[in-house]
């Protein structure tokens, strides 16, 4: 195999369509709402981790994601290490950090989904604007599919 075809086995693989994600978690897990942070939440708690949620456009991704996504995030905004960090969450760092979630979970299994995925949340926060952008590699396949070559 050549390099050209490396390239286009690695790009292909990294196109990851984040609308037909539909769970983070193995099928064999089922999810579940965490009743206790919602109890442990103020109202002016509540009020900020709503505006939170809706900075992130979760209309964008299936109804199923968006509960899991809203969950974890609740329990990061609860914690008192990433608390803080939290609050800097918009559509595009979550889309990038369940990008990156995705790529990998293609490349190998994840053990501990949840854990990995908060992984992913925290390190897309640290990214600076220009590391969210595409690789040239991915720019010229975008363009080629929407040129219809």
């Known amino acids: 195999m050549n390099g050209t075809q490396q390239n ?3 790009s292909k ?18 999810p579940q709402e965490n009743k206790n942070l919602d109890e442990m939440m103020d109202e002016m708690e509540k009020m ?7 900075n992130c456009e979760m209309h964008i991704l299936s109804p199923e994601l968006a509960i899991e996504i809203t969950e974890i995030l609740k329990e990061m905004y609860m914690h008192p290490d990433t608390r803080e960090k939290i609050k ?4 595009k760092k979550l ?3 369940l990008k ?10 994840i053990q501990i989904p949840k854990a990995y995925f ?10 600076t604007e220009l590391s969210t952008q ?10 080629s599919n929407y040129e219809g070559g």
């Open 134 to 143: 595409y690789d040239v590699d991915t720019i010229i396949n975008e363009m």
């Open 8 to 10: 286009q086995i690695k």
């Open 88 to 91: 800097e969450i918009n559509s």
């Open 100 to 109: 990156n979630f995705a790529i990998a979970n293609t490349k190998s299994r």
């Open 118 to 127: 908060k992984k992913c949340i925290l390190s897309a926060l640290d990214q």
């Open 13 to 30: 693989s990294n196109k990851i369509k984040l609308k037909e994600i539909k769970s983070i978690y193995p099928s064999n897990h089922k």
């Open 48 to 54: 900020e981790f709503n505006m939170l949620i809706s």
């Open 95 to 97: 889309l990038y950090g």
